[in-house]
């Protein structure tokens, strides 16, 4: 059975920061890994997804990379803002097609 | 392109009534629909699948008796609570994928419905 956990649960920098969200898998046998960010008591807003057979995939000032080996991925946020502040998801998506999600990352970019 | 509306985004029932959410897939057909509950500060978890025509197929622990769930179109997918009690007040959100897109098991989420229960 997947298991997706997420470290750090909560963080909080300071502005202009760079960081990395760490995402774990148990089963390596995946079709994609997702982030996402979710605002409070808002809906997802996908960032960026790996395919399999993909390493890395990059967005503005957000980079995801996936080792299927190791059961990781992590999400790279350069430059961090107040405006990153947010709950960041990750999501592996397994034989059945189901996403299952990680336990989630509580962001506090400080100004 | 790729967009799920929910509705409505937010309701309050009494206990003991039934509630129903609607999600809908704007511009593609959905064969397959997911629904997730999200309890306070938790991650989302997945109640159940559903595809067009078929009976949904629920995680373990989810009732079917309670959360009915109705996907008979390509677009539209529904979740009805019923006998809401309070403990049934959570955010639902609803997902499709699209078959024939790219990225075949991709899953697209709609904004979510925040159900409270009095």
């Known amino acids: 059975k997947q298991e997706v956990t997420q470290i750090p649960a909560a963080l909080s920098v300071p502005e202009g920061e760079n960081l990395v969200l760490n995402c774990s898998f148990t089963?390596?046998?995946?079709?994609?890994l997702q982030w996402f960010r979710q605002d409070p008591g808002k809906g997802l807003t996908s960032l960026l997804l790996?395919?399999?057979?993909?390493r890395e995939q990059t967005s503005g000032r957000l980079n995801a990379s996936l080792d299927k080996s190791s059961g990781r991925s992590t999400l790279y946020i350069a430059a961090s803002q107040p405006g990153d502040s947010a709950t960041y998801l990750c999501?592996?998506?397994?034989?059945?097609?189901?996403?299952?999600f990680g336990t989630g990352t509580r962001l506090k970019v400080l100004a | 392109g790729a967009v799920v509306s929910q509705h409505p985004s937010w309701v309050i029932c009494k206990s003991g009534t039934s509630v129903k959410i609607e999600c809908r897939s704007l511009?593609?057909?959905?064969?397959?629909m997911f629904w997730y509950r999200q309890f306070p500060k938790q991650s989302l978890m997945l109640m159940a699948t559903?595809?067009?025509?078929?009976?949904?197929?629920?995680e373990q622990g989810v009732e079917k008796d309670k959360f009915l769930i109705n996907h008979a179109s390509l677009t539209l997918s529904t979740l009805t609570v019923t006998s809401a009690h309070p403990e049934d007040s959570s955010f639902y959100i609803c997902?499709?994928?699209?078959?024939?897109?790219?990225?075949?098991?991709?899953?697209?989420f709609g904004p979510g419905t925040r159900l409270t229960v009095t």
């Open positions: 997902s499709a994928s699209d078959p024939v897109g790219v990225r075949t098991y991709e899953q697209y």
């Open positions: 089963d390596s046998a995946i079709y994609n």
């Open positions: 790996i395919q399999s057979s993909q």
């Open positions: 999501a592996a998506t397994s034989g059945t097609y189901k996403y299952i």
């Open positions: 511009d593609f057909q959905a064969t397959t």
């Open positions: 559903s595809n067009e025509g078929s009976k949904a197929t629920y």
